[in-house]
């Protein structure tokens, strides 16, 4: 008898025939996405409905594994694995973004200074190529190639159905410490050496990351596992804003559930630009349960659509810099420095990440195994009176000066030539060749860039 899985998956493997046979581009239909680039609409012709691959299928707490379709929402995911005292080992910061595609995009958070990259921890994927057919991709199979080629392939190469998630005991709650610092090179030197010294030590932080508030206001916190409370329990999922509380306490404490979405609530802080430190929009939205990352990304979806505020004329010419970047810590300062003096958009989040294997080789996204990085994630608009693109230029330019990477959910200006300099085209025709020899779906360049 089939699983409901197996069921699903035949259907969609029919519907993917249905669409090459009509001579159309298959496209993902979901309901969700995180990605701020602008996208060609796909055709409806050519859509295949993915919405009911979000199941977790299995939770195994002693292989501390779980089974999981690929559009299934983090969210979805840390409920039933908290609910076994364990959670997926890097959890992205926003309750919607899917397992599938933080896999295939890039994710991070505050343990990926244990544990790298979302792909890092994933054991093996299933995924549904441009052939129209499905395999299932391990370190250690015939299709590795495609295992390690699938992060940063952003579906070019196929889509992620299936996939098999690496877990890691929790606590119930989390300590959280907050320390200030005035001097950025300080900071990442005590960055680096924190992440070093808990890194090697199972009882230390279970978590860090940091805000930089201005270049004389960084903050450096750390969540440490507890089994239960030894203070008040913060909440941030109504009128408190986390962020805020990180220049008000030095210490905190929240259930592990809280600290994982910590960020949602507000959209880290993005939440301003749609007046929701407000009280009174604060308490309406919130009472109606609208406080959450979903709200804002339909709110920006709406007014880039319909261009409201141009029409009513209270949108002034400004960039939109939308952008994750890891740089190697030695360089980080003056990264900082730099964005304070080209871009200007404050706070910051700042993320250390290292990878957790230094023999695992992820071609279309290689950092160095050896080398701590720090991912820094602005997000705003720069009045702009310069051509299209002029800020995000300069940042892309400035991350390859520094050995940096940039993600690619986000709108880029790479030259193609410039581009495939950076994201390995060997590597990646190699991987299309095999996988997607009919060019079924766009490539990188033309889905990232050319939109």
Not at 39 to 65: C, N, Q, T
Not at 250 to 256: C, F, G, K, N, S
Not at 349 to 371: E, F, M, N
Request: with cysteine; proline share 5%; aromatic share 14%.
């Amino acid at each position: 008898m089939k699983s409901s899985y197996e069921t699903r998956r035949e259907r969609l493997l029919a519907d993917f025939r249905a669409v090459r046979e009509r001579g159309t581009a298959p496209r993902l239909g979901k309901r969700t996405s995180n990605l701020f680039r602008v996208r060609d609409p796909a055709s409806r012709d050519g859509r295949l409905d993915v919405r009911d691959f979000h199941h977790v299928l299995a939770v195994d707490p002693d292989k501390r594994e779980a089974e999981v379709e690929g559009m299934t929402p983090y969210e979805t995911l840390a409920d039933a694995t908290l609910a076994h005292g364990l959670m997926p080992a890097v959890v992205p910061q926003l309750k919607t973004i899917t397992i599938g595609g933080a896999v295939t995009g890039g994710g991070i958070e505050s343990s990926s200074f244990r544990y790298g990259f979302v792909h890092e921890t994933v054991n093996a994927i299933e995924v549904l190529t441009g052939k129209g057919e499905t395999v299932i991709a391990r370190p250690d199979n015939e299709h590795r190639e495609l295992f390690y080629g699938f992060a940063n392939s952003y579906g070019t190469l196929g889509y992620a159905l299936r996939l098999w998630i690496k877990l890691i005991p929790v606590q119930p709650y989390v300590r959280v410490t907050h320390t200030r610092y005035t001097d950025p090179d300080i900071y990442f030197h005590d960055m680096a050496g924190a992440c070093r010294v808990h890194r090697e030590h199972d009882e230390g932080a279970a978590f860090i990351d940091g805000t930089a508030f201005s270049g004389d206001e960084l903050y450096r916190t750390e969540g440490y596992f507890i089994d239960r409370p030894v203070d008040r329990v913060s909440r941030y999922t109504f009128m408190k804003m986390y962020y805020q509380s990180i220049r008000r306490k030095e210490r905190d404490l929240l259930t592990i559930r809280d600290y994982l979405w910590r960020w949602d609530t507000d959209w880290f802080w993005c939440s301003r630009a749609f007046g929701m430190e407000n009280p009174v929009l604060r308490f309406l939205f919130g009472s109606l349960g609208l406080l959450k990352s979903t709200t804002y990304w339909k709110l920006r979806d709406w007014n880039e659509r319909y261009r409201i505020l141009h029409r009513l004329g209270l949108m002034h010419p400004v960039e939109w810099v939308i952008q994750d970047v890891e740089i190697p810590v030695e360089k980080a300062a003056g990264f900082l420095r730099f964005l304070d003096r080209e871009i200007g958009i404050r706070p910051i989040w700042i993320c250390p990440a290292q990878a957790w294997r230094k023999d695992a080789v992820y071609p279309l996204y290689r950092t160095d195994p050896d080398t701590l990085y720090i991912n820094f994630g602005f997000w705003g608009g720069v009045p702009s009176e310069k051509p299209p693109g002029h800020y995000n230029r300069l940042v892309e330019d400035k991350v390859a000066e520094l050995d940096g990477k940039k993600s690619l959910y986000s709108s880029s200006y790479f030259t193609e030539e410039d581009f495939w300099a950076r994201y390995n085209r060997p590597a990646y025709e190699q991987l299309k060749e095999r996988y997607d020899p009919d060019n079924v779906f766009p490539d990188l360049y033309a889905k990232c860039v050319g939109g």
